[in-house]
């Protein structure tokens, strides 16, 4: 999901985007965040979120065995509150 993401910033050109907190996959390793595998109580995202800025972004696949990875750096501009999804049944790709 977070290489679509990358992906879809650079064909966007946009370099500002929110990331809203939600509570992880119970039993997995922090940071998983995967809507499809969890309760249905728990599919939730906060409203208020930062606004992140894409500062760098590189693609290391030549350090990788050429499987797509990025490193990022981003800064934070501040904090926004969603009002709307507008493609909520992303979160449930996989």
């Not at 997995?28 to 409203?47: K, S, Y």
């Not at 030549?62 to 904090?79: A, C, E, F, I, W």
């Amino acid at each position: 999901a977070y290489r679509k993401m990358c992906d879809d910033i650079l064909v966007s050109g946009s370099r500002r985007f929110l990331m809203p907190f939600s509570p992880c996959v119970p039993g997995f390793p922090r940071g998983r965040v995967r809507f499809p595998e969890m309760a249905p109580e728990d599919r939730r995202l906060h409203a208020v979120a930062p606004v992140l800025y894409l500062e760098d972004l590189r693609e290391v696949s030549s350090q990788t065995n050429d499987v797509v990875k990025y490193q990022v750096k981003h800064s934070v501009l501040g904090r926004a509150r969603m009002k709307r999804l507008l493609n909520p049944s992303a979160l449930f790709r996989t």
